[in-house]
């Protein structure tokens, strides 16, 4: 077994080398015009305006934390998947009762409207005045 | 001391996961830190790899660098400012962190030490695969209650998490 | 084991180097495909100056990103501006690592399989290494210092972790009747016959996951983080030369991986019927690459077609098609798989059964979205009016 990761290690490294190859040689081929309008942020030609680092929806976030707690579950799934056609109906019911869960929390941040992301003005509204 | 290429594997993993941990507590750039958290969990999960835990070290990458990092970027990308913020060690922060850090080390030290037979493992040796195991395990009597506990603790995490989160967003 | 030790290195360092050059190929074989196939689907003649039929066209583009002037601009942040495409071209390359892509080959007494690890968490592995992809898009965006890098990359890898919950959970379906991990055991198991292959099984995890690997991509129609009306090239903006050179062979890799993945699990690997026993030890072994080839070509035809027909999403239905239609398709075909072969151990049944499910999922998630479509806004101006004085 260690034989095997053994070859993705030496794949890795291979392929550590060759983005480093193709750096180095790219670096060595090219020449360099120094332009001060080059260097500037990109915003379609024009000069940029203020910060760059803006403030983001923080859905975003909400979604890698609900991501995160699905991955996990995800990964319980793999085992009994494995092993689920020698235990069988014991296994069955185990899983479904898992699934089940995960159902429930999937349901929940729906209802909730964790997973909308175009809200009407009207249903900001009536949050804001609850 | 003669090395043969695993134990050389292995004490550059070793090297990895120490010197980037290292790299994330000393650092000042909240980004680069990130990122060498990165390669110390990474390395972990070759050093699962060594110890023949195949399927914890796929779980490490797939939870902790696929999610919990992801997260963390994203947190540190969603409040403004934190990007340039320079961290800094305060002496307070220190002393409790020294405090907390060797007590983790004391424990950990006392559970190596009371595992019978710790020094005898032999990394080359080739074992069933664990994932068959784990699945055994937990779908046999010995953990199924736990199983279905850490289920139901999912679940009371998430609403936890989608409901805190839910308010910042109506903050906005 | 029954090769010894010098053997095995061997053959396994020329698989490695061999895969790299096929990916490489590959990769240029699809840039001139693409650009053929678009031209051929818009009704025009696509690349035809450079060489007979235009087929050195990626060669010419090769040339020309090499010897590009490679700009770094003075905004970014050096280290993980630098870092970054190699932080998403590595794990594109390193994932076909487990990929079978032959039965085995026999030169001079030694059968050596062709694959280069046989890792007995190989699904594992895949969705480990394709969740590692989402770094280069972010620390990309971050390293820019750019608005655009910034918001492509936002979107680009909210929509990518979205998308691998469905990856995985549109597997442990197939898994459920394979009983293992290792993707040559499961593309072994499924036979040589097309109609024995898991993708009629599992047909609904099979559309998941294709969809799924459509929008790790982040291709057509899921190439939001780099709509270029809105965000100019999105997480690459600030890129140039090699580098951007690098990400545009990542996307391609990650394609020619996905559905290298996508035949060894849902269409039986390198198998057909009737071309096993073709030739001897050594021809087969060829053979069967042969196959694996034309199958793979098939999905990345498929991949081409798909990017020049749909249009592109917004981003709510791309969530939407995520996490209301694609996530409980895949839990309720585990439900069902897992719930057919406990009671009745028939495989016919569970294909049947886990269609019939889907739609009946699909009909109930559309009609509760028709249901609860939020009213149109009537008034514009008085109502956000309205929220910015109360918000205040």
Known sequence: MLFNFANVLLFLVVGCLFVTLNLVVSRLLQTRLFTDEKYMPYECGEDPIGDTRIKFNARFYVIALIFLIFDVEIVFLFPWGVVFREIGVLAFVEMLIFIFMLLVGLAYIWVKGDLQWIRSIQSVREEVEQ | MELNPQQLVFYLFALLTIGSAVVVVTIRNIVYAAFSLMVTLFSIAGLYVFLQADFLAATQVIVYVGGILVLILFGVMMTSGSLDLKLKLERGQLFWGGVVSLTIFGLLLSVITNTPQWENVDIGASQEPTTRKIGEMIMKEEYLLPFEIASILLLVALIGAALISRKEVRDE | ?392
């Open chain 3, 1 to 392: 084991m029954d090769l010894p030790l010098n053997v095995l290195i061997i053959s396994s360092l020329i698989k490695i180097v061999v895969v790299v050059h096929i990916l490489l190929i590959g990769v240029m074989g699809m840039i001139l495909a693409e650009r053929k196939v678009s031209g051929w689907i818009q009704d025009r003649h696509g690349p035809n100056r450079v060489g007979p039929w235009g087929i050195l066209q990626p060669i010419a583009d090769g040339i020309k990103f090499l010897l590009k002037e490679d700009l770094v601009p003075d905004h970014v942040d050096k280290p993980v501006y630098l870092l970054a495409p190699a932080i998403i071209l590595v794990p594109a390359l390193v994932t076909c690592g487990v990929v079978p892509f032959g039965s085995s080959i026999t030169v001079s007494g030694y059968e050596i399989p062709l694959q280069i690890a046989d890792i007995n968490i190989g699904v594992l592995y895949i969705l480990a290494i394709t969740s590692l992809g989402v770094y280069g898009v972010v620390l990309g965006a971050w390293a820019s210092n750019n608005k655009y890098s910034l918001l492509g990359g936002l979107r680009s890898s909210a929509q990518m972790i979205s998308y691998e919950l469905t990856l995985g959970l549109s597997l442990i379906g197939v898994l459920i009747l394979s009983s293992s991990l290792s993707l040559r055991e499961i593309a072994i198991q499924q036979g040589s016959y097309p109609w024995t292959w898991n993708f009629l099984i599992h047909f609904p995890a099979f559309l998941a996951f294709t969809t799924a690997a459509f929008a790790e991509t982040n291709r057509l129609p899921f190439d939001l983080a780099e709509a270029e009306q809105e965000l100019v090239g999105g997480y690459h903006t600030e890129y140039s030369s090699m580098k951007f050179a690098m990400y545009f062979m990542a996307e391609y890799m990650h394609m020619i991986v996905g559905s290298a993945v996508a035949v060894t699990l849902f269409f039986g690997g390198w198998q057909f019927f009737g071309l096993e026993t073709v030739g001897g030890p050594f021809w087969s072994g060829l053979i069967s690459v042969g196959i694996f080839f034309v199958k793979t070509a098939f999905f990345l035809f498929v991949f081409i077609w798909v990017r020049w027909t749909l249009p592109r999403f917004r981003y709510d239905q791309l969530m939407n098609l995520g996490w209301k239609f694609l996530l409980p398709i895949t839990l309720a075909s585990i439900v069902v798989t897992a719930t057919v072969w406990a009671f009745t151990q028939s495989k016919v049944l569970v294909g049947i059964l886990n269609v019939v499910v889907a739609c009946i999922v699909v009909a109930i998630v559309s009609t509760t979205l028709v249901m609860t479509r939020e009213p149109e806004p009537v008034e514009d101006r008085g109502i956000l009016s309205f929220t910015k004085e109360s918000s205040s």
